[in-house]
């Protein structure tokens, strides 16, 4: 693992000759060593997408003309990128409503410093996590939300999430639909589903799953999107059943997939090694 | 293994006391030896569902007295139940369209006594195959199948399952639906779908799950029913896939799945371990 | 689940005519319900093992009763055996060193109620881990050991599993061998290996994981037993590595397995579902 | 899947600034397309390691020219490389003694298009699978070993690989061990081992698996080395079993295991994916 800060570059564009050399070469011209590339071409979309990470030790741009100087060769392949550096800690808001297992989970492996990232923020529409907050030192906002009252708590959110400086949005077990408008305003949003999509979208899945008869029970992360249960998918775990398996004993052992599975997808996210497009991603291992 | 003749009981019926006792009594006050033995009780349905193994060596009953002498334990009972005697070997008839992936696995593992069984027929709606049945000496018969000739093709198709005295069908990538009457006519039909179900019912699947992003294919074995891949699962199991698997990836990695969840579930049918009740099934391990 | 308790029982003895009769039959002739009864025979040791488990509402013989009773069955079979009662609660001690993962995800489980049991002790050779156990609300006892501490240490610890009336002991990460004698003197005791084993028995398997280039990685919970990691094996599972996993990934994603696999282990044997006999275990699944 | 030829070049090398635009500058000024690069830095070993694959249509070195060319690239880099073109298609030779399953399904995914590669002979200790080979159309040659013949049988086999011009040896089930001298002498040798290495390194390993008990069984491919059962692992997978499956079970379950690790890494070999180095490989997937 690297010591010193790197970048980590995330880019998408209609693929043409020459790509791998232009972008290295920006990067080799400008002193940087490069420690982590790798490419993907999906000939039926005609695109071209990449991941690269460089040290910036000795990297001759100062930090804030990076992104101008990289946009300018950007620009010409009609390309999508962000570029993060390593040493930018992102801020987590974590959105809950009253199960607890995904939230300490996620909030044990922070501790373990598995994540690097900060969690300055909790939301639930319930009281009952709070205690678990206080106990991490994480502030905890309620904002119980009815049809009449989503609009104007979702502003609330909105608000939330900018005085916090949140920079992605972690749904474990929030039971809310959310808008559109919310969608388009928040920062990127992941969720985590109680099943194996696209097996048993929507409500009750381990009930559902459970009246299926099947053998074997999934779980998924993905990307929060206006079309319930249909965003991107991050990843995806699954674990055997039996018919000695009741519905609890499903929602227990889901309940250790939907753990692992969230926290995966969190890690890679904050690795910035998640590419979306379309309704797909690229998950550079 | 024991080598010599053993008689397997498979049997649901409503729960009450006593049942392990007089089931067991039965056996032994004849002599039998119980090898394996293994009870499940559905408390949601109110279901006691039980396979019990024993030696007919030293068994008293005459064989052809068995089945109407626990006829009269399990009549009170309200039981449903089939017993099954080791050394009366099953009769299978393949069913293949094109694609011979799983027909060969199925001959192969057949060849290496993985299945105590008969493979005298397979049947196919189309000629490529013959070739195989001629290599491994199986009779193969083509009946083309169109909307117009469904009926009478299906009245041949029964005709031959009674011919060759076929005790089960093996849907081996058969790519034709069948209709409730055929159904209801048949021996029991066991059927491989390349997903895992309930996601992807219906046609193409791997086309469907590449579109829809997955992390993770399946293949699900089941009893053919009336509704199309609605029947009782028997087996599933999964594989990994990545944004480097392109449709032709998801469909070769596919085929292995396909393979080895099909030769399960045909092993635990001739095992006489599944036990169908509702649309789920009890699979005895 | 049954809500009223029940009795289960766990046998083991030389094959022979009519075990599951007269075992159902004791059952049976006192008003007893089974609820799940599961046999096995392993012929190669002549062995049959078998769990039952039935309902003590109705049941006729008074508690005190039950095992006399039984006894007297039991003992012309030349049987090894055992009889729990469900509101009988075992009380758990864990022990601990220096992490973390383990303790803190056995503690969650305890409290979402996936173990019907009391965890009134954690001991631990250092310090470190008392937070956790005072938040907890458990008593937490330093036994700091060294080559010349150890017997006197070893018998302290005796003492506090009587004192505390301990029926199992978990090493959720202990990294003190046991001597033969505290063995022989303690209850049963679970131990979580970080490894496949027997792959990598020993010290540092992660770092001898990564130098062996393993594509997998596995975890093993098994009974502790004089020979170190020789002990039988209760569950294991796997998760892949790659390349791109140094011995820190390892690490991480071994902790993930070590987790799930100790409560699983924890888990079975609260629900008195595992026979030992020589070195090997039958777990009722 | 691009349909015109590509080359693939493997490398690795001492770590140091500007490999990535060096190598894609290379291929940038010849006019190459690149559809797959994936670097990794081993950063304990200090080590580079790239698969880069491009279009040749349209390049502009001549295919004799190309190695050379590239070769004064990587002399000052310390680089150890190859470069393959998919047009030339490797020549595999199977090594098998009596066991048929993976011979069978290796030669069924070469019918199904799955190995680009050409499959002219096979070679075994014994007899017995001539027919098989007969079937497929594929040279047979039997050369049986014993303690004396040894050293004068592999000179034989020696020949045979050169006189059949093979690229790539498939140990598919050939339980003979091979000498140093052999080995020096051989193109690069794939093996299946029949256990999760290093667990049960050696012989009857699912015997010895059965004896101790493990509730999980694998099957490791790997290349052949002098040291036995010790070379750079390529694929490994696993399988649960339980206390239900005798040795015979862990046999047949292990053959289903077997058959498809050692086909993937077959694969994995013949599109140039892997990267030995010391004693690890890096597979890029």
């Known amino acids: 693992m690297a010591a010193s800060p790197t970048a980590t570059l995330l880019l998408s564009c209609p693929d043409q000759q020459g790509l791998v050399a232009k972008i290295a070469n920006f990067i080799y011209a400008n002193g940087g060593n490069i420690i982590h590339a790798d490419h993907h071409t999906d000939f039926g979309a005609g695109l071209f997408l990449t991941r690269l990470e460089w040290q910036l030790e000795g990297f001759q741009l100062p930090r804030d003309l990076i992104r101008p100087a990289f946009g300018a060769i ?12 390593s040493d930018t800690v992102p801020r987590i808001a974590i959105w809950v ?3 607890d297992h995904c939230l300490l989970d996620l909030l044990w492996r922070h501790q373990a410093k ?20 206080q106990q991490f030192g994480i502030d905890y906002h309620v904002l119980p939300i009815t049809a009449e009252t989503k609009a104007v708590q979702e502003a609330q959110q909105l608000a939330l999430l900018q005085r916090y400086n949140i920079d992605l949005v972690v749904l474990a077990k929030y039971m809310q639909v959310l808008t559109a408008d919310l969608l ?29 008869g099947v053998k074997i029970i999934g779980a998924t992360a993905h990307y929060a999107t206006q079309d319930l249960d249909e965003g991107p998918i991050i990843e995806q775990d699954v674990v055997r059943v039996s018919h ?6 499903l929602i227990r ?14 890690r890679l996210h904050l690795q910035n090694r998640i590419l979306v497009y379309g309704n797909r991603t690229v998950v550079f291992g």
């Open 74 to 85: 950007a620009q010409p392949l009609d390309a999508q990128w962000q570029i993060h550096f």
């Open 97 to 99: 409503t009253k199960q």
């Open 114 to 133: 598995e994540f690097i990232a900060e969690i300055p923020l909790i939301m639930s529409n319930h009281e009952r996590l709070g205690a678990i907050a």
């Open 184 to 212: 388009a305003q928040a920062p990127p949003i992941i969720n985590i589903h109680h099943s194996f999509l696209p097996a048993f979208a929507g409500a009750k899945p381990y009930h559902r799953a459970y009246n299926r």
């Open 244 to 249: 000695r398996d009741g519905v609890r004993d």
């Open 253 to 266: 052992k889901g309940k250790d997939l939907e753990r692992v599975v969230l926290a995966r997808a969190v």
